[in-house]
């Protein structure tokens, strides 16, 4: 059973855009909301996180918007660059489990220039 | 800081021979250590766990095995290797919930 739930699984934008990548989960006992970004031949690193206390969180161009009551969380790049293009994937865990985290399936960002 | 590393970085191996792949972390004390694998254009499968020295918990069962001799070593084998094997695979390590990934081992089973 698919713990997070990513989409879309691909997502074309033009530079300067915006492009926004959605994930929902079941399990109200996650508390801990991780982005990783992963470009091709390398490992997924962590980009930004939230937690359920706060609805928003704004790291430069990339925003976490965080939906409680839906059990939804987004990812937000404001003008998007070719340099964002790689592959995106959201996660959740709850403290109790030490780190085992639950991905999406990930979504491919390609930003044409 | 911490560092985490894996090696080799890439393999190409038969059908049916062994596989030893090594990752190690240093900067930090009982991390938690995990496998991954990532088929191509796909996502991240969870293999293997671990919370301390020789305690292993397996999320799929396969045709792999896990090992952690030491606190900061972790190491994925097998005994004959499949052609579904080929992959890319992913050490990470957590001290609390943030986890952090190596750079990968690419594995081709001809």
């Known amino acids: 059973q698919q713990q997070v739930k990513q989409s879309p699984q691909s997502l074309i934008v033009q530079k300067g855009g915006i492009s926004i990548i959605n994930c929902a989960y079941e399990n109200t006992a996650f508390d801990y909301f991780p982005w990783y970004q992963q470009f091709p031949g390398k490992g997924p690193a962590l980009l930004i996180a939230?937690?359920?206390?706060?609805s928003e969180k704004k790291e430069g161009r990339f925003t976490i918007s965080f939906n409680k009551s839906a059990k939804q969380f987004s990812l937000h790049i404001m003008d998007s660059q070719p340099g964002d293009s790689a592959t995106y994937f959201c996660a959740a865990n709850r403290g109790s489990t030490l780190g085992r985290l639950y991905f999406g399936r990930g979504t491919q960002l390609t930003v044409w220039p | 800081s911490q560092t985490i590393h894996q090696w080799p970085a890439t393999l190409v191996q038969p059908v049916g021979s062994p596989l030893s792949l090594e990752c190690t972390v240093e900067g930090t004390s009982n991390p938690n250590l995990y496998w991954y694998r990532q088929a191509a254009g796909r996502g991240l499968q969870l293999l293997f766990y671990s919370v301390g020295i020789g305690q292993i918990s397996s999320e799929v069962p396969q045709n792999l095995s896990a090992s952690r001799p030491q606190d900061r070593q972790f190491i994925l084998s097998s005994k004959k290797l499949l052609l579904s094997d080929s992959g890319f695979y992913l050490c990470?390590?957590?001290?609390?919930?943030?986890?952090?990934f190596g750079p990968g081992t690419r594995l081709l089973v001809l």
């Open positions: 990470a390590w957590s001290v609390l919930q943030t986890q952090y």
């Open positions: 939230i937690r359920p206390d706060v």
